[in-house]
């Protein structure tokens, strides 16, 4: 069932198209990842979706409306870069929020005290906001967005200032809020929305280039690819395995060459041919599946 249905959305600024007409719908239960490079048009993308920002053009539908047909009672918004009280406790400020949002204050104290044991920070709830570290300021965040069971849970970059801790933490509370309400989160980390999406938007230069979910998205564009590493610069063999009949393209990354084939059993035999006839110093030669990272590049370059 469709939770959002968005129909030619775009965003004019200055003169220039910034969201390029975009069509897409949400399903319910969904973790979506917006995906796209810095400049994309994800954070606009997500501004208008929430409100915050009036579209040049299209439609946004919510499938299910509330009384008052305000898209408020249906979205929960966590901006990039979050604003708290500073001086307020994390508890505080989830009253202070959901009173906002007109639950009554024993409604409020109860959905308070569930979310704080949920993203895991119950233990400071008392603390002054100012006290917590990045990860659990980002963890209070999605709790404030949680706080009157949105429909759709919008997340724009959610992870991307963490360092390591704070960024696994969060990772780990998105998979579990996905049994409880559809996700869209924005990001450039490719690695992120492979991990925990069921579908993906790729968005470029404000257009969807691709859509759909991450398995039927591999296929779609899946090429078998032979991952190679040697002891000496890779640079050296990339004209040699260039010049195989069996190889369509090499990508070099961090040393390590990535070989798109046509057919794996004749490109193996090639490679490892030339290998053993110029004793290449070979540390690792191995099939590999086409990453996200492969289906970015291939359809931002096509």
Known sequence: MS????????KVFKGKEVVKGISFELNKGRCVA??????????TTLRMLSGL?????????????????DI????GYLPQYPVFHSWMSGKEFLMYVGELAYLSKKEANERAEELLKKVAIDDAKNQRISKYSGGMKQ???????????????MLDEPVSSLDPIGRREVLTLMEELKEETTILF????LGDAEEICDDLLLLHHGEILESGSIDDLRKRHQSPKFELSLRDSANKYVDKIERL??????????????????????????????????????VKFE????????????????
């Open 3 to 10: 939770v959002i249905k968005v129909e030619q959305l775009k």
């Open 287 to 302: 099939l590999s599946r086409t990453s996200l990272e492969d289906l970015f590049m291939k359809v931002v370059q096509s």
């Open 139 to 153: 963890r209070l965040g999605i709790a404030q967005a949680m706080m009157h069971k949105p429909k759709l849970l």
């Open 245 to 282: 009949e069996s190889v369509n393209t090499i990508v070099l990354e961090k040393g390590e060459l990535h070989i798109f084939v046509n057919d794996i059993a004749r490109a193996r035999a090639e490679i490892l041919t030339k290998a053993v006839q110029e004793d290449w110093p070979i």
């Open 186 to 189: 924005s990001t450039h980390i």
């Open 34 to 43: 917006l995906l796209g490079p810095n400049g994309a048009g994800k954070t």
């Open 72 to 75: 408020r009672y249906s979205i």
């Open 53 to 69: 920002l009036k579209p040049s053009n299209g439609s946004i539908k919510f499938q299910e409306k509330n009384a008052l047909n």
